[in-house]
C-alpha cells in the first residue's frame, strides 16, 4: 500500500458531490484540489434550487461543504507544481478551469506519476474560444493513462478520439438516501409535469412551453410546474402556460417530486452545451418518477433513461413528439407506474459508492490504487 495519497483536480466540491467526493477519500485516501471556475458542463447545479446558508447558489442537498476528505485550494498555475510535488501517488483531473486540466496533465508527466482524466463532455463545444482546446485535449485523452466517464456515451466519444488507456465508468450519482426520504407531495393538478432547472435555451424550456401548448392537455386538470429560474421565465410567465416556482430549496423540490407524475428533461444541442448528464433525472427516479428526456440528454445517451423501461425518449428540439409523449403518459397510469418503478430500481447502480469504484478502477489500472481488487 503507497503511503501518498492521490490529488484530484477538480472545480468546487458542491453539496451534490460531497458524498461521492467522501466515499472515493475513505477508499483511496483522496486530496482534492479545488480551482473553482464554471460548472456548466459538469453536471454542476441546476438553478431549480434556492441559495442557502453556507452553500452556494443552486447546489443539492444541504450540509455542510467539505466533511471527512482534505481540501486545497491552489491557483490553476499552481496546479502543476502540485502535481509534480512528489506528494502524490497518483493524479486526477476533472475537465475544469482553462489551465487546470493541461496543468494537473503535465505536472503529473513532470512527477512521474500517473495520470487518470476524468471526462464529463461528449462532444467538444463549437465556439472559436474552444476551438483553441481541441487540439490539447485530444492529446490528454490519447495520453491519459487511464480515463474515468459518466457513462458509456462519454466513453464512446473519448474512445472516438483515440484514447489509447483503459476506459472506465464511474456512474453519476445524487444523495440516494435524501432524494428516496419520505417527501410531502406538491400538486397543483391531478396529472402533474415537471421541469426543474435553469430556464434557459439549452435547457430546451422555449421547446417545452411550445410542446405543452401543442398537447392541449386540459387546465385545471393538468399543470405544468417550472422549477427554476433563467432568461426564458419571462417568456414563460407571458405565456402564462406553467405555474412558475422559481428556484427552491431541495427539501420542497423534493415535494414536487413527489406529487408529478412526470419529469420532463428536455435540453436541445448547442454551439457550447451538449447535456452531460441531468443529475435531476437520478433526483425524480428516486422518488419513483419517470422521466421524458430528449436523446441528447446524458442521462439518456448513457443508459439510465431508457425508452418504454424507465422513461420516454424523445428526439431533441422535436416539439411534436414531446407533446405526444406527455399526451401518452397523461393518458396511461399504468405506464406512468410501470416506468417509475423500473426508474426506481435502476438508479440504484448510480450511487456514490459506485461512483467511488469507478475511479478506484481508474487507478487501479495504472496501479495506484490501495484497494484490493
Same mark, same amino acid.
Not at 222 to 233: F, K, M, N, S, Y
Not at 353 to 368: D, Q, T
Given at each position: 500500500?503507497?503511503?501518498?495519497?492521490?490529488?484530484?483536480?477538480?472545480?468546487?466540491?458542491?453539496?451534490?458531490?460531497?458524498?461521492?467526493?467522501?466515499?472515493?477519500?475513505?477508499?483511496?485516501?483522496?486530496?482534492?484540489?479545488?480551482?473553482?471556475?464554471?460548472?456548466?458542463?459538469?453536471?454542476?447545479?441546476?438553478?431549480?434550487?434556492?441559495?442557502?446558508?453556507?452553500?452556494?447558489?443552486?447546489?443539492?442537498?444541504?450540509?455542510?461543504?467539505?466533511?471527512?476528505?482534505?481540501?486545497?485550494?491552489?491557483?490553476?498555475?499552481?496546479?502543476?507544481?502540485?502535481?509534480?510535488?512528489?506528494?502524490?501517488?497518483?493524479?486526477?483531473?476533472?475537465?475544469?478551469?482553462?489551465?487546470?486540466?493541461?496543468?494537473?496533465?503535465?505536472?503529473?508527466?513532470?512527477?512521474?506519476?500517473?495520470?487518470?482524466?476524468?471526462?464529463?463532455?461528449?462532444?467538444?463545444?463549437?465556439?472559436?474560444?474552444?476551438?483553441?482546446?481541441?487540439?490539447?485535449?485530444?492529446?490528454?485523452?490519447?495520453?491519459?493513462?487511464?480515463?474515468?466517464?459518466?457513462?458509456?456515451?462519454?466513453?464512446?466519444?473519448?474512445?472516438?478520439?483515440?484514447?489509447?488507456?483503459?476506459?472506465?465508468?464511474?456512474?453519476?450519482?445524487?444523495?440516494?438516501?435524501?432524494?428516496?426520504?419520505?417527501?410531502?407531495?406538491?400538486?397543483?393538478?391531478?396529472?402533474?409535469?415537471?421541469?426543474? *432547472?435553469?430556464? $434557459? @435555451? /439549452?435547457?430546451?424550456?422555449?421547446?417545452?412551453?411550445? #410542446? &405543452?401548448?401543442?398537447?392541449?392537455?386540459? !387546465?385545471?386538470?393538468?399543470?405544468?410546474?417550472?422549477?427554476?429560474?433563467?432568461?426564458?421565465?419571462?417568456r414563460a410567465v407571458a405565456a402564462g402556460a406553467a405555474h412558475l416556482?422559481?428556484?427552491?430549496?431541495?427539501?420542497?423540490?423534493?415535494?414536487?417530486?413527489?406529487?408529478?407524475?412526470?419529469?420532463?428533461?428536455?435540453?436541445?444541442?448547442?454551439?457550447?452545451?451538449?447535456?452531460?448528464?441531468?443529475?435531476?433525472?437520478?433526483?425524480?427516479?428516486?422518488?419513483?418518477?419517470?422521466?421524458?428526456?430528449?436523446?441528447?440528454?446524458?442521462?439518456?445517451?448513457?443508459?439510465?433513461?431508457?425508452?418504454?423501461?424507465?422513461?420516454?425518449?424523445?428526439?431533441?428540439?422535436?416539439?411534436?413528439?414531446?407533446?405526444?409523449?406527455?399526451?401518452?403518459l397523461h393518458g396511461d397510469r399504468e405506464l406512468r407506474e410501470r416506468? *417509475?418503478?423500473? $426508474? @426506481? /430500481?435502476?438508479?440504484?447502480?448510480?450511487?456514490?459508492? #459506485? &461512483?467511488?469504484?469507478?475511479?478506484?478502477? !481508474?487507478?487501479?489500472?495504472?496501479?495506484?490504487?490501495?484497494?484490493?481488487?
Open positions: 500500500m503507497n503511503p501518498k495519497p492521490v490529488l484530484f483536480v477538480t472545480n468546487h466540491a458542491p453539496p451534490f458531490r460531497v458524498g461521492a467526493f467522501r466515499a472515493l477519500h475513505e477508499r483511496e485516501d483522496v486530496v482534492f484540489a479545488l480551482i473553482g471556475g464554471d460548472v456548466r458542463h459538469g453536471g454542476g447545479p441546476g438553478a431549480g434550487f434556492a441559495p442557502r446558508a453556507n452553500t452556494r447558489k443552486g447546489t443539492r442537498p444541504p450540509g455542510p461543504a467539505f466533511p471527512a476528505f482534505p481540501v486545497l485550494r491552489p491557483s490553476q498555475g499552481g496546479v502543476a507544481r502540485l502535481a509534480a510535488s512528489g506528494r502524490f501517488r497518483a493524479v486526477i483531473a476533472g475537465i475544469s478551469g482553462r489551465v487546470a486540466l493541461p496543468a494537473a496533465w503535465l505536472g503529473a508527466r513532470r512527477g512521474r506519476v500517473p495520470f487518470v482524466l476524468w471526462a464529463t463532455l461528449w462532444a467538444h463545444p463549437r465556439t472559436a474560444a474552444h476551438a483553441l482546446s481541441y487540439l490539447p485535449m485530444r492529446a490528454i485523452y490519447r495520453d491519459a493513462d487511464a480515463i474515468a466517464t459518466y457513462g458509456p456515451h462519454v466513453s464512446a466519444y473519448v474512445r472516438s478520439k483515440g484514447a489509447r488507456g483503459p476506459v472506465f465508468e464511474a456512474p453519476q450519482s445524487v444523495d440516494d438516501a435524501f432524494w428516496t426520504s419520505s417527501a410531502e407531495p406538491e400538486r397543483q393538478a391531478p396529472y402533474q409535469v415537471l421541469f426543474a *432547472g435553469r430556464l $434557459a @435555451r /439549452e435547457k430546451g424550456c422555449s421547446e417545452l412551453l411550445q #410542446a &405543452w401548448h401543442i398537447a392541449g392537455l386540459p !387546465a385545471p386538470s393538468t399543470a405544468l410546474v417550472l422549477v427554476g429560474d433563467g432568461p426564458i421565465r419571462a416556482e422559481g428556484p427552491l430549496p431541495p427539501e420542497r423540490l423534493r415535494n414536487f417530486y413527489a406529487g408529478s407524475d412526470v419529469v420532463v428533461v428536455p435540453s436541445i444541442p448547442t454551439r457550447d452545451f451538449l447535456e452531460p448528464w441531468g443529475l435531476v433525472v437520478n433526483e425524480a427516479f428516486d422518488q419513483g418518477v419517470p422521466v421524458i428526456a430528449t436523446d441528447t440528454v446524458g442521462a439518456a445517451a448513457g443508459g439510465l433513461v431508457q425508452h418504454e423501461r424507465t422513461g420516454l425518449v424523445v428526439p431533441a428540439g422535436d416539439e411534436h413528439a414531446l407533446a405526444a409523449a406527455l399526451r401518452r416506468l *417509475g418503478a423500473n $426508474a @426506481r /430500481e435502476a438508479v440504484r447502480a448510480h450511487s456514490h459508492s #459506485a &461512483w467511488a469504484e469507478g475511479m478506484s478502477a !481508474a487507478l487501479r489500472a495504472v496501479g495506484a490504487s490501495n484497494v484490493p481488487c
